[in-house]
Nanobody, 117 residues
Framework: VQLQASGGGLVQSGGSLRLSCAAS????????MSWYCQAAGKQRELVAT?????????NYADSVKGRFTIPRDNAKNTVYLQMNNLKPDDTAVYYC??????????WGKGTLVTVSS
């Protein structure tokens, strides 16, 4: 399985970015898709996660509630992270993670988001 993440960049505080992550090559049943972030010198932490089944059930870190959403397109095996009202504290490398049946999961390569004040 390969995960291709894209969409990072430099944006001013208050701006928006949309990250995307597409998976290819899987033969397993997809359970969920998530975005994590890792700021410099900090541990990787969960930003948002969504199930792949019918009915979108999403969960968000408290720090991004009301600003970020995690839409998905199951037909394209793609998950997005819509980030609005970005803050300098959101600056981090963002990683996507796809979790499949049997406890199998894959990480995408990170994409850097830099928010200037």
């Amino acid at each position: 399985v390969q995960l291709q993440a894209s969409g990072g960049g430099l944006v001013q505080s208050g701006g928006s970015l949309r990250l995307s992550c597409a998976a290819s090559g899987s033969i397993f049943s997809l359970n969920s898709m998530s975005w994590y972030c890792q700021a410099a010198g900090k541990q990787r932490e969960l930003v948002a996660t969504i199930n792949s089944g019918s009915g979108s059930v999403a969960n968000y870190a408290d720090s991004v509630k009301g600003r970020f959403t995690i839409p998905r397109d199951n037909a394209k095996n793609t998950v997005y992270l819509q980030m609005n009202n970005l803050k300098p504290d959101d600056t981090a490398v963002y990683y996507c993670k796809f979790e499949y049946s049997g406890g199998i999961y894959y990480w995408g390569k990170g994409t850097l988001v830099t928010v200037s004040s």
